[in-house]
């Protein structure tokens, strides 16, 4: 199922494997995706840049020529997530999965490499892109759903803890939709960040993917830690700002944008719905089909007449495929577009993350300004009643925070602009993968389609010479 592979092949290019020059690769990275239309850069641009003219990575990010980064072409990079295998038993276990990389981007060492990772170092990266460019106005590609049940009874599901002796796929082996479905979301996580023309470059993400040796674990990712509890109550703060609180929008492109985005989340909520009853009706169809196969081969056993006989048991084998065709007609239904409609409302839920976000950022240059009208009001009552010390002082603390609302506005002028480009490019990536979506989903159907009426046709023959 992975969407990546069907991706043209790379075309080569030479890639300085000198540890000593990782930071000049990195330098030429932002300088080539903030300058340069072409994503694949030559060689020659790491000449240009030494490792003295590199700011820290915070310095980069905030630089204005990376916030003015527009919709560049996609990046070449091809991540695949395979292999998920259990390791250990019982409640300590977990699944680690093979991330494999393909890329002729300067800034990676190598063409193509391959990592281990456990699923909380997804959440960890995740966490770390959103600490980073959040408050940026970054939208940050979801990770996929912590669920305590389904890791809970994969944990005390008596599973190989690796690879069989054959190379066969451990995915087979642990044969849950629960793992698949997570593989397949990772997949798309990873692909979305690497398609960002800010997040593909961070180190984070970087190390994430080449990074030989295991990362640290990410402990505060885990839901019943103290620093998820934390999150949580926090994450209820948050709600609660939003419901309170109104920001009185003076941009209309914001406020045209805010109402599409919660029309649109209201309209695939009701999608994704849909799908997921239309998957449950199909495994119910298979389940039929199944009986009816069983029934058919017990009436061919009993019944007398050889003709008869012989096409009942032909019609059990054809009920035998129809019920495998359902099956895969309602994992067409589950994984190929109800699982895409969740990664879109996840994506929804990033957008309303940013505008939150802008609205905080308001909120701190409206407390600036409310602060710096109270100062110039006690230097006004200082000077009436002719008290220098309140004077130089309240003047001192104008300064303070003229300074804090000329900061809060520029903030807030610079995270309007990052959003209204990121969601300028989000709009232009929805439309292009919700068609491919749609496409592969009629193409499936119809595969399926034709393979029913090739079964169908395939018995007629024998009903029709019963005699």
């Given at each position: ?162 690879e069989s002796a054959n190379g066969t796929n451990s995915s ?68 609660v700002n939003k419901i309170t609180y109104r920001m009185d ?219």
């Open positions: 199922m992975s969407e990546g592979t069907e991706a043209p092949l790379f075309n080569t290019v030479d890639i300085n494997n000198d540890n000593s020059a990782d930071e000049d690769l990195f330098a030429s990275a932002v300088q080539e995706v903030s300058l340069d239309s072409e994503v694949n850069g030559t060689s020659d641009i790491l000449e240009k840049v030494s490792i003295s003219d590199i700011s820290p990575m915070a310095a980069v990010v905030g630089s204005p020529i990376m916030e003015e980064i527009a919709t560049e072409s996609p990046n070449n990079i091809i991540i695949t997530v395979t292999e998920p295998q259990k390791i250990g038993e019982g409640m300590s276990s977990y699944v680690a999965y093979h991330v494999l990389t393909k890329t002729n981007m300067p800034i990676f060492s190598r063409h193509e490499f391959t990592v281990l990772r456990r699923f909380s170092d997804f959440l960890g990266l995740h966490e770390k892109l959103t600490e980073k460019y959040l408050r940026s106005g970054r939208i940050i590609p979801p990770a996929p759903e912590k669920s305590i049940v389904g890791t809970t009874k994969l944990k005390m599901t008596s599973t190989p803890s690796t087979a082996s642990l044969q849950s939709q629960f793992v698949e479905r997570r593989r397949a979301a990772l997949e798309r996580f990873l692909n979305r960040v690497a398609q960002h023309p800010v997040l593909c470059i961070d180190p984070d993400f970087r190390e994430f993917l080449e990074s030989d040796t295991e990362l640290p674990k990410a402990t505060s990712t885990s839901a019943l830690s103290g620093a998820g509890m934390l999150r949580l109550f926090n994450k209820v703060g948050e709600t929008e003076s941009d209309p492109w914001f406020e045209e944008r805010c109402a599409r985005v919660e029309a649109l989340e209201g309209q695939l909520r009701r999608l994704c719905g849909a799908c997921e009853a239309l998957a449950g009706e199909r495994r119910e169809l298979a389940a039929r089909s199944h009986e009816a196969a069983r029934a058919a081969a017990a009436l061919s056993a009993a019944d007398p007449h050889p003709p008869l006989s012989r096409a009942l048991s032909h019609l059990s084998d054809l009920h035998e495929k129809i019920e495998h065709l359902r099956m895969e007609q309602s994992n067409t239904d589950f994984y190929v577009l109800a699982e895409h409609i969740k990664d879109y409302l996840g994506l929804i839920g990033a957008i309303k993350d940013v505008f939150h976000e802008r609205v905080k950022v308001f909120q701190n240059w409206q407390h600036a300004q409310m602060q710096l009208t109270k100062r110039r009001e006690n230097k006004a009552k200082a000077e009436l009643a002719n008290r220098p010390e309140k004077i130089e002082q309240a003047s001192n603390e104008i300064i303070e925070w003229e300074s804090k609302v000329e900061r809060g506005q520029q903030e807030f002028d610079s995270i309007s602009r990052v959003i209204k480009k990121e969601l300028e490019r989000w709009e232009e990536i929805r439309v292009t993968e919700l068609r491919a979506t749609i496409l592969r989903y009629l193409e499936e159907h119809m595969k399926h389609q034709a393979q029913s009426i090739r079964y169908w046709d395939a018995f007629l023959p024998e009903a029709r010479a019963i005699k």
